[in-house]
């Protein structure tokens, strides 16, 4: 026969509550394969390779365009960027921004096979994101880290391996994948393993002037 245990009076009317701040979002989303063409938004992401220096920000032995826009030159990518566009209410709306914000510049990222991209941040910005093109489970990860400097603290005392502590967190390419995260968050991407070009273009949210 089992003991049973009796609450105390203390035990009966004490409560914790507990309450969560500085959670840091991530979105991501598929956009419906009837309302772009991939194909032609691939040929145009070489074609603009073929006809662009490139430059070097975070990129390691990847090339990367010169900022884009969207217009009638590249109509396949711009009308990708406009249909990203049109989530951005919805995002913005679940971050608490009551700004107006729009889709300032973008850029297309060829990543062959040993490429990889620095940690960095996108400064000015309030939302960035990047959208997969082409890209497989061996592309190379792209990678959020945690800017909280507590985290060096937690690590001597607890599991770091959930949400809350853990020191960073992968999400792995996928053709015709969006993420979206707040431009502050430090991020990288892993090195491209396969031997498949990762194709991606990035873009940045900012305040409408």
């Known amino acids: 026969m ?8 203390q035990e009966k009317v004490m409560q914790i509550f507990k309450e969560e701040w500085w959670a840091t979002p991530i979105w991501y989303f598929y956009i419906p394969e009837t309302q772009i ?19 070097v920000i975070s990129n390691i032995n990847g090339w990367q365009s010169e900022d884009i826009s969207i217009d009638k030159k590249r109509p396949h ?16 709306k679940d971050l608490g921004v009551c700004k107006e914000l729009h889709l300032t510049n973008a850029w297309i990222n060829i990543n ?6 620095k940690v960095h941040i996108h400064a000015k910005s309030m939302l960035s994101g990047v959208y ?3 890209a497989n489970k061996d592309s190379g990860d792209i990678v959020f880290y945690n800017d909280d400097k507590l985290n060096m603290i937690y690590s001597m005392f607890v599991d770091t391996n959930n949400k809350n502590t853990c ?4 999400y792995k390419p996928e053709t015709n994948k969006i993420i979206l995260f707040p431009s502050w968050i430090p991020h990288g991407v892993d090195i491209n393993n ?5 194709i991606s273009i990035a873009f940045n949210i900012e305040i409408k002037n």
Do not use: F, H, Q, W
């Open 2 to 9: 089992g003991v049973v245990m009796k609450k105390t009076e």
């Open 37 to 55: 063409d991939l194909n032609l938004i691939k040929k145009e992401c070489y074609k603009e390779k073929l006809n662009n220096k490139g430059r």
């Open 77 to 92: 990518i711009s009308n990708l960027l406009e249909k990203i566009a049109l989530i951005i209410p919805a995002i913005l």
């Open 112 to 117: 062959p096979k040993n490429s990889s991209n």
């Open 132 to 134: 997969y093109v082409s």
């Open 167 to 170: 020191s960073s967190i992968k």
């Open 194 to 198: 396969s031997k498949e070009d990762r």
